[in-house]
T-cell receptor, first 111, second 112 residues
Framework: SQELEQSPQSLIVQEGKNLTINCTSS?????LYWYKQKYGEGLIFLMM?????EEKSHEKITAKLDEKKQQSSLHITASQPSHAGIYLC???????????FGKGTRLSVIA | DTGVSQDPRHKITKRGQNVTFRCDPI?????LYWYRQTLGQGPEFLTY????????KSRLLSDRFSAERPKGSFSTLEIQRTEQGDSAMYLC??????????FGSGTRLTVV
């Protein structure tokens, strides 16, 4: 079955610093989703990647999918307190199966 | 369209009681998913519908759980004879075929 490993599990960064979160799949990905979650709330869609080597950006967040489509990274530039939360990657294994999620990375941004 | 709506946001129930949650998906989305999330974990898949047909159920979905999606619109998730281990956030998502999973705000269930 599909397994997703996220690293690190948690991260504390100083405001203004850059950071990277990784998501590694045990299988080749059909698609990879990134979501952000505030404690006790639902998931907010960030980006979806499908093609090997694809890179997408939104504001200060950039997500990449490697050429082999088994690893994705999420990079935040010049972090702000508003970036704090739990970042989750979700894998689409075949285009026709429900997303499988990693355990998440908890990000704290301190002033 | 205001996105995926879930009701209630919070539910506290006594062990052994039945509870029912509702999810209203984005109107043009034909797929609807239920996930469960416990503290410190990612969402775990429970079941999903394409239109009104329930296409897949996880092994996590015991006989006490049942989901419906009459007429392919809103969906309900019922838990019978609740146990303390059922305490979790129940998340609903919808999508148009395999694209664009949009999640609701979730229903937090506490079984006491």
């Amino acid at each position: 079955s599909q397994e997703l490993e996220q690293s690190p599990q948690s991260l504390i960064v100083q405001e203004g610093k850059n950071l990277t979160i990784n998501c590694t799949s045990s299988k080749t990905l059909y698609g990879l989703y990134w979501y952000k979650q505030k404690y006790g709330e639902g998931l907010i869609f960030l980006m979806m990647l499908q093609k090997g080597g694809e890179e997408k950006s939104h504001e200060k967040i950039t997500a990449k999918l490697d050429e082999k489509k088994q690893q994705s990274s999420l990079h935040i530039t010049a972090s702000q307190p508003s970036h704090a939360g739990i970042y989750l990657c979700g894998a689409d294994n075949s285009g026709n199966t429900p997303l499988v999620f990693g355990k998440g990375t908890r990000l704290s941004v301190i002033a | 369209d205001t996105g995926v709506s879930q009701d209630p946001r919070h539910k506290i129930t006594k062990r052994g009681q039945n509870v029912t949650f509702r999810c209203d998906p984005i109107s043009e989305h034909n797929r609807l998913y239920w996930y469960r999330q416990t503290l410190g974990q990612g969402p775990e898949f429970l079941t999903y519908f394409q239109n009104e047909a329930q296409l897949e159920k996880s092994r996590l979905l015991s006989d006490r759980f049942s989901a419906e999606r009459p007429k392919g619109s809103f969906s309900t998730l019922e838990i019978q004879r609740t146990e303390q281990g059922d305490s979790a956030m129940y998340l609903c998502a919808s999508s148009l075929s395999q694209w664009g999973y949009t999640f609701g705000s979730g229903t937090r269930l506490t079984v006491v």
